[in-house]
């Protein structure tokens, strides 16, 4: 998936989180949480278990293409920036920071923007 940081920081707890929800092997944990809800549980797993459930998969669902489309662009965008003489190399790796770090260089950016003008 790419997730790999080169500088030395540590990835949050919810990104790592975020990233294994996107996992195909999420769907097996659902699976097995259900069948052993069945088995110790049988009397609860009713009508509302099984709603749980797909509440639960089509999350991963929308969560997994949600991840689809977030790498899709990614790859698009590096590419521009790859094509681009003047684009900054760095800019490439951007992605695989924490979103703070995102934030703080896009202000960062917008700042020295607004200084020029």
């Given amino acids: ?3 790999k940081i080169t500088t030395g ?3 949050h707890w919810t990104t790592t989180l975020g990233q294994a929800a996107a996992h ?6 659902v699976l097995l949480y259900a069948l ?3 088995i110790f549980d049988r009397k609860a797993f009713d009508f ?3 709603a749980t459930l797909i509440v639960w998969v089509m999350t991963l669902f929308i969560q997994r293409s949600s991840h689809r489309d977030t ?7 590096d590419e521009l920036i790859r094509a681009d003489d003047n ?3 760095e800019l490439t ?3 695989e920071k924490e979103p703070e770090s995102i934030a703080k260089h896009r202000d960062a950016e917008v700042r020295a923007l607004r200084e020029t003008r």
């Fill in 9 to 11: 920081e540590r990835r």
């Fill in 71 to 77: 790498l899709a662009i990614h790859a698009k965008l």
């Fill in 36 to 38: 052993a809800w069945f």
């Fill in 87 to 89: 684009a900054r190399s």
């Fill in 48 to 50: 509302n278990a099984v």
């Fill in 1 to 3: 998936m790419g997730s």
């Fill in 24 to 29: 195909p092997a999420a769907f097996a944990v």
């Fill in 93 to 95: 790796r951007l992605d």
